[in-house]
């Protein structure tokens, strides 16, 4: 069975400063991987996805996760924070199909 | 298109009773798979049901079980409520159950059991 580990349960952040989330993914065999995004009182929503190709990844607000399959580590990164990032962030790899293995999750808090 | 819709928001009920939860999968989607989250913690695999058949199941016991209509509509009944059944329960539709295709998730259900 394919899981996710998420290293920091809260990250705590002053606004327009860099972030960066850790997932490491335990697999034996080729991975998917996935960042859902969780706000409050809300559902999850896709982030961005690594399937193949290109191991950098970009979401449209900014973020972007890289595919590091020698250190078994697809961390979160985004350059510069906004408050509107506050949120749940999930790091999931699928295991049969799309039946998701999540993490914990992290719990970006951005400071005013 | 319309999205994912679970009803109702929120629940509160009674340890030993059953509870019925509802979603609509998004448009053109005919996987529709069930998570439940508990405070705090991330979301874990219920079971998933691909044109009205179950197509896998995590490690949940059967009185939790599920349905799927023609209309790839789902529902999640929980018999005997414990006090740990207390969640937020997600629903998830996909167009098909490919580990390559993304989950389209509903704002939950937050479920109470007293």
């Known amino acids: 069975a394919q899981s996710v580990t998420q290293l920091d349960s809260q990250v705590p952040v002053f606004e327009e400063a860099p972030v960066e989330l850790r997932c490491n993914y335990s697999?034996?065999?080729?991975?998917?991987l996935f960042w859902y995004v969780q706000y409050p009182n809300q559902g999850l929503q896709l982030l961005l996805k690594?399937?193949?190709?290109?191991?950098l990844v970009e979401s449209i607000n900014g973020f972007e996760a890289e595919f590091n399959k020698s250190q078994t580590s697809f961390h979160l990164r985004k350059p510069s924070v906004h408050i509107s990032d506050t949120a749940e962030y999930f790091c999931?790899?699928?295991?049969?199909?799309?039946?998701?293995?999540f993490g914990t999750g992290t719990s970006l808090t951005v400071i005013p | 298109e319309t999205g994912v819709t679970q009803s109702p928001t929120h629940l509160i009920k009674t340890r030993g009773q059953q509870v019925t939860l509802r979603c609509s999968s998004q448009?053109?989607?005919?996987?529709v798979s069930w998570y439940q989250q508990a405070l705090g913690q991330g979301p874990q695999f219920i079971f998933q049901?691909?044109?009205?058949?179950?197509?896998g199941r995590g490690n949940f016991p059967p009185r939790f079980s599920g349905l799927q209509f023609p209309n790839y509509s789902s529902e999640l009944n929980v018999n005997a409520l414990e006090l740990d059944d207390s969640a937020l329960y997600l629903c998830?539709?996909?167009?098909?159950?490919?580990?390559?295709?993304?989950?389209?998730f509903g704002q939950g259900t937050r479920l109470t059991v007293v």
């Open positions: 998830a539709s996909s167009p098909g159950g490919a580990e390559d295709t993304e989950a389209f």
């Open positions: 697999s034996s065999v080729s991975v998917y």
């Open positions: 690594y399937l193949s190709g290109s191991t």
């Open positions: 999931a790899v699928p295991n049969t199909g799309n039946q998701f293995y």
């Open positions: 448009s053109g989607h005919n996987t």
């Open positions: 049901y691909y044109r009205e058949e179950e197509n």
